[in-house]
């Protein structure tokens, strides 16, 4: 039993006839008879009801008619997936992102993965680490640029180089401070913008220092945090990449003197699913930038 004969006998089972099912298939009834009684043959087992202008499944056929849907279709998706690997060259790349990273960095990758891919199209969520978890388990996505922390169970993924945590703030919060990095007892003086994913974290530092923070506001994302941190509502704590999103040139950034704060962005993927051979360049792609 070969796959050649598994389509002959579905087009055979979906067609009702022999005479139809050789033209749906391009070929003459001859052959595809011969090739039906050998599968019969082989099996042990009769296939078909026949008669006089159409045949019917027994119940050996109908056994044998879902298994043959079932291996077709995976015959089938094999094939795509290998002239896939082979290629990657074209399609759609569905793409999570977080906030902090939607700025210069996202932009530079798409940019130039386009220039070097410009078949390819892009379909780009944009949601906090937990939501975008959940979307590459629902297999929404393919890819998702994720940011520590995040619970590492059921994922595969590649860490990018750590990056430090910024304190952002208009002149007047830190007119008594010259240098351009921030203790975290210096931290703990001002009103904090956070958001939500940072706050046991920051606390947890806090606590082992003794010390105290006042945390003003709590929000969902970077952006959030730095709109809030330009209003002069207080500092806002952010990844080093969120910079980018600042469009106030009278917003101040100091570097928080705490390695246990570094943050890291991983390109993520469910090991449950299919990574395309598109994907798999784009992550080749975002690692040559580091």
């Known amino acids: 039993m070969d796959l050649k004969q598994l389509t002959y006998f579905n087009a055979i089972a979906e067609e009702g006839s022999i005479s139809a099912a050789a033209r749906k298939l391009h070929i003459s009834q001859p052959p595809l008879s011969t090739q039906m009684r050998l599968l ?171 010390l105290e923070p006042y945390i003003l506001c709590n929000n969902e994302d970077a952006r959030t945090t730095l709109l809030l941190a330009q209003g002069g509502l207080g500092v806002g704590v952010v990844p080093h990449s969120a910079r980018s999103l600042d469009h106030d040139a009278s917003l101040v950034f100091k570097t928080i003197e705490s390695q246990a704060l570094a943050s890291h962005i991983a390109v993520a993927w469910s090991p449950s699913g299919y990574l395309s051979a598109l994907a798999r360049h784009f992550i080749q792609h975002v690692l040559r930038f580091f």
């Open 40 to 210: 019969e043959a082989e099996l042990g087992c009769i296939l078909f009801e026949r008669g006089a202008r159409h045949i019917c499944l027994t119940e050996a056929g109908q056994l044998l008619y879902a298994r043959a849907r079932t291996l077709l279709t995976l015959a089938d998706s094999t094939k795509r997936e290998l002239q896939d690997y082979q290629e990657g060259t074209q399609g759609t790349l569905r793409l999570g992102v977080v906030s902090s990273i939607s700025g210069t960095m996202l932009q530079q990758w798409l940019v130039t993965f386009h220039e070097s891919h410009p078949q390819v199209r892009f379909n780009i969520a944009e949601a906090n680490t937990y939501q975008l978890q959940d979307l590459l388990v629902s297999g929404s996505i393919e890819l998702a640029i994720i940011r520590t922390p995040f619970s590492e169970n059921g994922l595969k993924y590649h860490y990018l180089p750590a990056e430090p945590m910024l304190a952002a703030g208009h002149p007047s919060f830190f007119s008594s401070l010259s240098q351009d990095t921030l203790s975290l007892a210096e931290l703990s003086q001002f009103p904090l913008l956070i958001y939500h994913r940072w706050e046991r974290v920051l606390t947890d530092l806090f606590s082992k220092a003794h």
